[in-house]
């Protein structure tokens, strides 16, 4: 691990991941710690917890609740959730959402990895605009991160509803 100067430091611009850029943009450095500690190698990547958009994968029908667990490969960084639905239920074609509870495995042992399910209308950013973590999440090579989804679509829609959680960061060895 090295210590990497965030913003300009003689001409040299820090290892960032872009995403930090959408929520604040050019204000982040108010949020940013003066030095972050990254690995060398770390590569940006992102953890796609898919319900229905790929073919394949099955959708969620009304009030449905379904999981998916990733089994990491590499050490990951994680520090970014966005997410996705194309729901239409709710008044005038607004989308209801969904609730999203995410579930660390380490060594056989699962925790919950926030206090409560989190709602895509509050807490869970788009593909422009993900939710930034106050602190990135360390999960270790071997571990598992599980995402369970539960559809709040009303229950007189007639078709299933695609989602799709992503969790963004970086892995590294």
């Not at 990951?76 to 607004?94: C, I, K, M």
Request: charged share 15%; net charge neutral.
């Amino acid at each position: 691990m090295r210590i990497v100067p965030v913003g300009f430091q003689r001409g040299k611009v820090g290892k960032l991941s872009p995403y930090l850029f959408p929520q604040h943009g050019i204000r982040n450095w108010w949020y940013l710690p003066r030095n972050i500690e990254l690995p060398e190698d770390l590569l940006l990547n992102v953890l796609v917890f898919d319900f229905g958009f790929n073919p394949g994968t099955q959708g969620l029908a009304a009030l449905d609740t379904q999981s998916l667990v990733i089994q990491m490969q590499h050490n990951f960084l994680f520090h970014s959730l966005s997410g996705l639905s194309n729901d239409t239920s709710g008044v005038n074609g607004a989308s209801v959402g969904f609730l999203a509870t995410f579930y660390h495995t380490h060594k056989g042992t699962q925790r919950r990895l926030f206090q409560k399910p989190l709602s895509n209308l509050e807490t869970i950013g788009t593909g422009r605009r993900p939710e930034i973590m106050e602190s990135p999440y360390l999960l270790l090579k071997g571990d598992s991160l599980e995402c369970e989804v539960k559809n709040l679509a009303s229950p007189v829609a007639p078709a299933t509803t695609s989602i799709q959680v992503c969790a963004s960061g970086g892995e590294f060895d």
